[in-house]
């Protein structure tokens, strides 16, 4: 609601028959050089003005950006709603549930606590890709997922029906960012505002960090965490400085053989040696109308993966076409077009709009490219990769194989084996052998499956081919792509190789429909390509198991192996235990390593099989004629899909329907519940703030390199017995069988504390050669090897608070709460890095953990800390006088477990609170203490 007007920008737009009340920006000086997504901002600024919060002074401020000024005016930016994934989105209701209890504890009425902002979550993260290959997959996983999650899909219906303005949309619909694309999103969101229908741009963020796959459509929006999420859904705007924007023009068409994952994996590697860390990228130019609104929202979701904080793409035509394709209605298309075109937002490709700073790419200039083997940036030429691959794996040749696995492996149920017929075991090979492989690499294998199937398993064996992730499934142009190459390499007798777990999960049920249209269903299942799940699988880390046999192999003979996914993720121990290295590629490209069996192969020489005549097929033999994917789009595709497949999106099919639901303002906890439980954020909290205080005598919890993302901090994957979360499931009853992953169950505290930075590839470097969540135990005389949760107890029970201290780029990856509500609750009060990622540093701040910089071109190598001192920091009281301050104090002492001579080091560090608003967060103790003091109040 706004309460003031000082610009008098409030007008009506008509569009066919309905009013529209409008805040219109060229009532501002410098309106009209802004970029699109300044625009967007300034409309925000316009139409939230309440002369406290956001003044008139940030309005002018926004008017007069000055380009290439260093960001520092803080503008509040409040979203038009908020999305969830469950993952991240269990905690925010589990989070909103507890404060209502916490209220009522205040005195104050628990309904209060009600989603101010549209929220809207999609159950996705949670099927897993146990069966494959196989007609029946998609059922039994489903069925299996119900088995597992049952617990928190109770709640989380309860939630559907306690809160308002909160909606789910039920497991086995689609991926939360394509559904975001197909169906939530508006692009120009119209609702009553005291009675008057109020038109503004369509914004959002999101508890995932891909978010930014909606920036495509010209939607601003991007990943928070699930604590910044959650103020959202309460009201609070989120707070941020003024951004620079990155200016990217687009010339030329993408030529024939070269995929919208091609140009996207071309603009992140442009992007991430650019540096964008913190601004927005925004498109524009003549190749902009040549660039599909798939291939714009693929582009969109990579943002994370350079790092900037949305990428965006204005309105124009494209964007039309892809909403009346898609079901919104004629009248909606009219207000998105009517509007855009009021505000200045239609993209006009003559006009040079001013930006910060300038980058090119001449799309016809792309060529067929792939990313890993552990970074989504690390991009290499497929023409290459054969001999990128022969270095990675040399550079994997002293990884052991003998660590302590934390996140382990299920008991997963029997897989059925995958459907190939037996081949010449001779012409079967996982690759022909590394001759020049180092002598410390294992040798190649022989395995034989249950089916009687023989080959040599090598390293470099491609695992697992999945057709995964919104990034690529979204997009008709790659998904037809590989259905066609389907059909070509079955017309050619090709079939994947038996030792490659194929997996298809479609972003969405249009994926299938569409499929069907086309008669590529059946050639995608003669591959072993099945419908698993609708849902993110093996993207992040529901890979499932690998072929018994093949996991045995790898296991007992330390093969590094390999995956291959259509994804945006490919961290070290993301995608399986098994996988040491892991490729994204487009959709075709899946399947054609599936062919292929290995990434030691080189498409353009090797030979992907023989035709049932005995000729060599090569992959350019089977690509798929640009011209003919076009015309299957245009033949395959319609409106009627769409309508059909979201007309009833929210109300889930008979298992969702018949889940016992509990009613009532306040959820009832169960007291036996593993999965859902009372989070102590709010345990004796009060109305008055505790003043903040300075860190005396910590020690260091852990002591990590570069590029720790928050995969490395926040608990991901399967939980292993013999690990904290393992001995607590235990304790409490949970048969092995039943652990599931930490994902599932992010709404207990008790499990997520327990796994945070428990990574079985984390190397905290107080520690020689050891890799998982192990740390030094400084309160026991002789510092031995602790579990990282096993020593926080043993810290907090002495009263002893805790750092952390990094390198590079820490935090970077999705935006997982729990990296930051776990690091809080293991004690540690700061951390000190020498930089961070956006979404990261923020979270910290929300969680009460102050993050902190070693002095620029300093590290704590550079430094000499050894994470034996004591460590004490002053300053942080500063905070109180409601200033900030730039540095506070570091004095790191030597300990009794120090090496002999060792002195005290003392610097600066500083200090990452970047805006009042996370100062005032801060001073209560947490986001979430600030809101909930606001709202008693």
């Given at each position: ?47 939230t ?36 994934q ?58 299996i ?45 119209d ?118 904080t ?36 239609w ?86 052998h ?16 249950a ?22 499934t ?8 590989a ?14 190789k ?11 049920k ?98 992907l ?51 016992p ?136 029970a ?24 776990g ?17 990261h ?54 300990s ?42």
């Amino acid at each position: 609601m706004s309460a003031v007007n000082s610009f008098g920008a409030k007008d009506t737009l008509r569009v066919g028959e309905t009013d529209y009340e409008v805040f219109r920006i060229d009532t501002v000086d410098g309106y009209e050089k802004l970029p699109f997504s300044l625009k967007v901002l300034l409309e925000n600024l316009l139409r939230t003005e309440d002369g406290a919060n956001i003044t008139d002074a940030h309005i002018r401020a926004l008017g007069s950006w000055v380009p290439t000024a260093e960001p520092d005016t803080e503008i509040q930016f409040t979203p038009a709603r908020v999305v969830m994934q469950d993952f991240t989105g269990v905690p925010c209701i589990v989070d909103l549930a507890t404060m209502r209890e916490a209220v009522e504890a205040l005195g104050g009425d628990p309904k209060k606590i009600n989603p101010l902002a549209p929220a809207e979550m999609v159950i996705d993260h949670s099927v897993i890709a146990d069966l494959f290959g196989t007609e029946n997959a998609l059922e039994r996983n489903v069925e299996i997922e119900y088995e597992r999650n049952g617990e928190r899909y109770q709640f989380l219906r309860w939630g559907q029906t306690a809160f308002d303005d909160f909606k789910v949309v039920p497991p086995g619909t689609g991926i939360v960012h394509q559904v975001n694309i197909e169906h939530l999103a508006k692009v120009i969101y119209d609702r009553p505002v005291n009675g008057v229908l109020r038109a503004y741009p369509d914004t959002c963020v999101g508890t995932d960090s891909h978010t930014t796959m909606v920036n495509g459509l010209g939607v601003l929006g991007w990943g928070v965490g699930g604590i910044e999420a959650e103020a959202a859904m309460l009201g609070q705007p989120v707070s941020m400085l003024i951004p620079k924007v990155v200016g990217f023009k687009l010339s030329g068409v993408i030529p024939t053989g070269v995929t919208a994952t091609d140009v996207v994996l071309t603009i992140t590697d442009m992007l991430r040696k650019h540096g964008v860390v913190g601004k927005f990228v925004e498109f524009y130019g003549a190749g902009v109308a040549s660039v599909p609104l798939a291939n714009r929202a693929t582009i969109g979701n990579m943002s994370p993966e350079f790092g900037s904080t949305a990428a965006m793409f204005p309105i124009d035509d494209v964007t039309l076409d892809y909403l009346r394709l898609t079901g919104r209605s004629e009248q909606q298309v009219a207000l998105v077009e009517a509007y855009a075109k009021l505000q200045t937002l239609w993209h006009d490709a003559d006009k040079e709009p001013v930006f910060s700073e300038y980058l090119e790419l001449d799309l016809s200039t792309v060529v067929p490219s792939i990313a890993g083997p552990k970074r989504p940036q690390d991009r290499i030429i497929l023409a290459e990769a054969k001999s990128h691959f022969e270095s990675d794996l040399t550079d994997y040749a002293e990884v052991s194989h003998d660590l302590v696995d934390l996140e382990g492996s299920e008991s997963f149920p029997a897989s059925d084996p995958p459907g190939n017929t037996p081949e010449d075991e001779h012409s079967t090979h996982a690759h022909h052998h590394l001759s020049h492989a180092p002598n410390n690499i294992s040798k190649p294998t022989d395995v034989e499956l249950a089916d009687g199937q023989k080959f040599t398993l090598d390293h470099g064996a491609v695992t697992i081919a999945a057709i995964t992730s919104c990034t690529n499934t979204s997009n008709p142009s790659v998904m037809l792509a590989a259905g066609l190459l389907a059909r070509n390499a079955v017309r050619k007798g090709l079939k994947a190789k038996p030792w490659v777990k194929t997996t298809l999960a479609p972003g969405s049920k249009v994926v299938t429909d569409y499929y069907e249209k086309a008669g590529l269903t059946q050639d995608l299942e003669d591959l072993g390509f099945y419908t698993v799940g609708y849902g993110c699988t093996t993207c992040i880390g529901n890979s499932g198991p690998l072929i018994e046999e093949v996991s045995a192999a790898i296991n007992e003979n330390d093969l590094a192996v390999t995956a291959v996914l259509s994804g945006n993720r490919n961290f070290e121990g993301r995608i399986n235990p098994d996988v040491k290295m892991n490729y994204l590629a487009s959709p075709p490209l899946v399947i054609a390593y599936s062919l292929a069996g290995s990434m030691n192969f080189d498409f353009e020489v090797d030979a992907l099989g023989q035709d049932g005549d005995g000729n060599d097929v090569f992959l350019k033999d089977i690509w798929p004629d640009a011209a003919e994917v076009q015309s299957t789009i245009d033949t395959s595709i319609n409106k009627e899909m769409f309508t059909h497949q979201y007309a009833s999106v929210f109300e889930g099919d008979d298992r969702w329907r018949n889940l016992p639901t509990p009613t009532g303002a306040t959820f009832e906890w169960d007291a036996e519940s593993t999965y859902v439980r009372k989070p102590p954020y709010f345990d004796g909290m009060t109305m008055e703030t505790t003043p903040v205080t300075d860190i005396v005598g910590a020690r260091v919890l852990a002591k990590l390199g570069d590029s720790v993302t928050t995969d490395h901090i926040s608990p991901a994957g399967n939980i292993k017995a013999d690990s904290p979360a393992g001995r607590y499931l235990d304790e409490h009853g949970v048969e092995r069988k039943d652990y599931n992953s930490y994902g599932s169950r992010r709404g207990n505290h008790e499990v997520m504390i327990r796994g945070t930075f428990a990574n079985i590839r984390l190397k905290n470097q107080l520690l020689d050669g050891v890799e998982g969540g192990y740390t030094r135990d400084f309160t026991q005389a002789d510092a031995p090897q602790s579990f990282i949760y096993d020593a926080s107890q043993n810290y907090q029970a002495a009263g002893t608070p805790l750092v952390i201290v990094g390198g590079k780029e820490y935090g970077s990856g999705s935006s997982r709460d729990w990296a930051a509500k776990g690091t809080s609750l293991l004690g540690v009060k700061a951390v000190i890095t020498e930089s961070f990622e956006r979404i990261h540093r923020s979270n910290l701040i929300g969680m009460g953990v102050v993050p902190l910089q070693f002095p620029a071109g300093e590290s704590w190598a550079s430094l000499g800390l050894d994470g034996t001192e004591v460590v004490s920091i002053s300053g942080i009281e500063e905070l109180n006088a409601g200033t900030t301050p730039k540095t506070v104090h570091v004095t790191a002492a030597p300990s009794e477990h120090s090496p002999a001579g060792k002195e005290t080091i003392e610097f600066d560090a500083v200090v990452r609170i970047d805006t009042p608003g996370e100062a005032d967060y801060y001073r209560n103790g947490g986001i979430l203490q600030y809101v909930l003091r606001s709202l008693v109040a």
